[in-house]
């Protein structure tokens, strides 16, 4: 999985100044001269602990960048920067439910979503999601950082997801979004043979009253929507594709697949019959987008599902 970027050879300088504050041991303390994630940095210079040990080191809040609690692996450093080490642990991180940090820097989170988990509730509901949980994570450095949404994925569907740090962030992320966004990829195990081995649907898809997403071939009437697939494993049964959007609608895939007579497995409200694998089969695999900051392209790809699979296994 590329989630992680290249830097060169870390230096460091030991800084003889020793770091304390009230009820607060002394901190080993260190001075960035090169561009670095923490992990790394911190691996290459403390040569007298464990890698387990230095991970939990962060997990237990002993980290500091510039006197601010830092938890994540990847979080980057900048020449000047000082890194702490304290005796005394500050903070837990609070467990992830259902979420895996795949990146983070200044500007951006890259998680995988699991199965089952919102991504965001209204403000009445008490629901946990990915939103909620991320924004108790980045206020653990400090209780005025906030998170943004750039895109969503449905509760049922698991997969990559990236969200910003800031309004500046998530602005120029959604206004560029077609141009930003390289590659979206995903895996869908459908209902049924799909014969025609790649494919292309495209329809302009409108809301119903009750909220179902649904496709019209009038031109204009809705928004458009493209999806193009490619059949990865199929038996008369069932057939896993691979998806790739190139346009971000509502309930896209859901419906092109329902339009082809080939519904994704678990998904009832738009024509499943049969639920296989007690969930949704549909899951965000790859995301590539350019760094808004940056100009940095950075790509995400996670693995199939392997209950994505089993239907298969039964064939004789």
């Not at 230095?54 to 994540?72: A, Y």
């Not at 990559?160 to 962030?169: D, G, I, Q, T, W």
């Not at 998904?267 to 900051?293: E, M, Q």
Request: hydrophobic share 35%; glycine share 4%; aromatic share 6%.
């Amino acid at each position: 999985m590329n989630n992680r970027r290249n830097h060169p050879k870390q230096h460091f300088t030991k800084n003889n100044r020793k770091f304390t504050s009230k009820n607060q041991a002394p901190a080993k303390q260190y001075t960035v001269k090169e561009p670095s994630e923490l992990l790394p940095f911190l691996l290459q210079h403390i040569t007298n602990l464990s890698r387990n040990s230095i991970k939990s080191l962060l997990t237990r809040g002993q980290v500091l960048v510039n006197d601010k609690v830092v938890t994540t692996h990847n979080h980057v450093l900048h020449p000047g920067q000082t890194v702490c080490l304290q005796n005394k642990k500050v903070s837990e991180t609070p467990p992830m439910i259902g979420i895996k940090i795949l990146y983070e820097d200044a500007d951006v989170i890259v998680v995988q979503k699991e199965a089952g988990l919102l991504s965001i509730a209204s403000p009445q509901e008490k629901e946990l999601t990915v939103y909620r949980q991320l924004m108790a994570y980045v206020r653990l450095e400090n209780p005025q950082n906030r998170i943004f949404v750039v895109h969503r994925l449905d509760r049922d569907t698991s997969g990559v997801m990236m969200l910003a740090k800031s309004e500046r962030v998530q602005q120029a992320l959604q206004n560029s979004w077609k141009d930003s966004v390289k590659e979206r990829l995903y895996v869908a195990l459908v209902e049924g043979n799909v014969k025609k081995q790649e494919g292309t649907i495209s329809s302009w898809l409108k809301e119903s009253s009750t909220l179902k997403m649904y496709s019209s071939h009038r031109p204009n009437d809705g928004q458009h929507a493209i999806t193009h697939y490619k059949v990865l494993q199929s038996d008369r049964n069932f057939s896993l594709l691979e998806v790739q959007l190139e346009t971000g609608r509502k309930n896209q895939i859901r419906v092109h697949m329902e339009d082809i007579g080939h519904p994704i497995v678990g998904d009832k409200k738009y024509g499943a019959k049969s639920k296989p694998i007690g969930r949704l089969g549909l899951h965000a695999r790859v995301l590539a987008f350019v760094h808004p900051s940056t100009g940095e392209l950075l790509r995400f790809e996670t693995d199939i599902p392997k209950t994505f699979f089993h239907p298969f296994k039964k064939e004789v």
